[in-house]
């Protein structure tokens, strides 16, 4: 074949495969109904650490789309779990909820900045069960969870928000409980309007949001039964092994989002390698010593004395 002709073969042959033009880089994802294209920015604040059976997002006005471990979620995400089902989100700042069956949460708001002090986080448990850690953005701004009756007040701690389905008989419950470490929060409890209903100090204590005189929602005391704090408990140790899982994502999601930081593990200019040895070829390499070779002394002829050393200089010779 003539050259001529091979570049008109070549050319036609290439116009003919428009789908394979241009190839799409290795690893690179379409972008999938709860990946926007905003998302280019990274503008996520947690993900997705754990799940059983299936979980929804709804965004904006895009319609449910299924979760997987290790989806990122985004501020306005609407998250639902189905039947038998549970669904794990760590967030930015290690905050971890975890979801039970039929169970949707709203991310109304969320910033948060290391070291900063104006964080601040605002979760709308709509139906259903949600346990939760609350973690920095708690401890150094403002974190509140709000109900269809009540706003909490989340002052670092461990807790569970149970919102029964509308139209039934069971009452709106608020837990708090001990944190893994020991250590027990706070939750403030305020109506919609912003009055303060009370407050959990004691762990395993709760209580249950009633309408109260005049028709306002009250926050009654209530005794944990038996069978409920069993199974509060595992669900809290579910929350637990999802906070931990969770903690190790955030730490990958912030090696991704600052490539050249030194993270744990890496290994810069100057540091030391395994087994204490130094990198080859960097600038703090040491130079290899050429090995030493073997001192060639006259050999003394058998049955000559030993000649005598002397101590010094200074020595008359004998």
Known sequence: MRRREFITWLTGGAAALPGLWPLPSRGQNPAAANQPAAAAADSSIGQVASMTGNATVTRGTAARAALKVADVIYLKDVLQTDANSSLGVTFDDETTFSLSANTRIVIDSFVYQEGGHS???SFNVAAGTASFIASLIAKTGDMKIATPEAT???????GI??????????APTVKLYQDADGHVGRIDVFNRQGASLGALTQGASAFALRPGPGGRIAAVPYQIPAAEAARDRGALQRLTLTHTIGRQML???QRLRAPGRQGPGRQGPGRQGPNNQRPRGGQNQRPERAPQQPINRPQRPAGQPRPRQRKNNNEPKR
Request: glycine share 18%; charged share 15%; proline share 9%.
């Open 119 to 121: 964080n601040l986080a």
């Open 152 to 158: 909490l007040g989340i002052r670092g701690t461990t």
């Open 161 to 170: 928000v149970e919102v029964p389905p509308a139209g039934g008989a069971a």
């Open 251 to 253: 730490i990958q999601r």
